[in-house]
C-alpha cells in the first residue's frame, strides 16, 4: 500500500502571502498525483491532476509541481476563499485511491 | 449539469446493514469507473470502494473488504453501496465520486450508534 504523508498539518499564512503544501509518498507514484480543495460542509473540490495540470476552472494561483515521491502545491497569493483543507491523493495504483491527511490552511 | 445526488445515510446500531444510493446526472453514466469515499468526523478522507464502468470490476481497502459491497445500474444511472456489520468506526459521510475526482457528490451521513 501506497502511504501518502502531508506537511505541515496546520499552515498559518496571511492573505497576499505564498503558501506551499508538501506531500510525500511512500514510493514513486509518478505524476499520477492530485491534490483537493475543501471547505467547511463542503464536498472536496479537485485542483491538481496529474500533479501539475489544473483542473477546469482552477485559478492560476493555484500550481502543483514534483514527481515520484515529492510533491508541492503553491497558492502564490492567498485569497480569503483559499483558507480551506487540503488534500493529495495518488492513483499510481489505479482504480486504487490513497489520500494524504490533510493540511489546514489558516489565517495568520 | 453535471451531478451526484447520493442517499440513504442515517443513525444505525452497530451490527445492522444500510445501502446508501448516487443519482447521477448531466453525463454518461455508463462509461465511468465510479468511487465511494468517505469522512469521518473532523478526519480526513478514506476511499472505500471503486467500481468499473460495466459492473464487472470492484475493489475494496482492507477496511470495509467483506462487509461492504459496491454496485450499480447503468439503466438507473444509479450507484449504491450496500453497508453490512456495521461498527462505530464507520461512522462518516460518505461521498460517491466520478473516476478522476472531478465530480463528487454532497455526501450522506452515517451514524453508526446503539
Not at chain 2, 450507484?79 to 450522506?108: F, H, I, K, N
Request: glycine residues 10%; contains cysteine.
Amino acid at each position: 500500500e501506497i502511504v501518502m504523508t502531508q506537511s505541515p498539518a496546520t499552515l498559518s499564512v496571511s492573505p497576499g502571502e505564498r503558501a506551499t503544501l508538501s506531500c510525500r509518498a511512500s514510493q514513486s507514484v509518478g505524476i499520477t498525483l492530485a491534490w483537493y480543495q475543501q471547505k467547511p460542509g463542503q464536498a472536496p473540490r479537485l485542483l491538481i491532476y496529474s500533479a501539475s495540470t489544473r483542473a477546469t476552472g482552477i485559478p492560476a494561483r493555484f500550481s502543483g509541481s514534483g514527481s515520484g515521491t515529492e510533491f508541492n502545491l503553491t497558492i502564490s497569493s492567498l485569497q480569503s476563499e483559499d483558507f480551506a483543507l487540503y488534500f493529495c491523493q495518488q492513483y499510481k495504483n489505479w482504480p486504487l485511491w490513497t489520500f494524504g491527511q490533510g493540511t489546514k490552511v489558516e489565517i495568520k | 449539469q453535471v451531478q451526484l445526488v447520493e442517499s440513504g445515510g442515517g443513525v444505525v446500531q452497530p451490527g445492522r446493514s444500510l445501502r446508501l444510493s448516487c443519482a447521477a446526472s448531466g453525463f454518461t453514466f455508463s462509461i465511468f469507473a465510479m468511487h465511494w469515499v468517505r469522512q469521518a468526523p473532523g478526519k480526513g478522507l478514506e476511499w472505500v470502494a471503486v467500481i468499473s464502468y460495466d459492473g464487472n470490476n470492484k475493489y475494496y481497502p482492507d477496511s470495509v473488504k467483506g462487509r461492504f459491497t459496491v454496485s450499480r445500474d447503468n439503466s438507473q444511472n444509479t450507484l449504491y453501496l450496500r453497508m453490512s456489520s456495521l461498527r462505530p468506526e464507520d461512522t462518516a459521510v460518505y461521498y460517491c465520486v466520478r473516476d478522476l475526482g472531478e465530480v463528487w457528490g454532497q455526501g450522506t451521513l452515517v451514524t453508526v450508534s446503539s
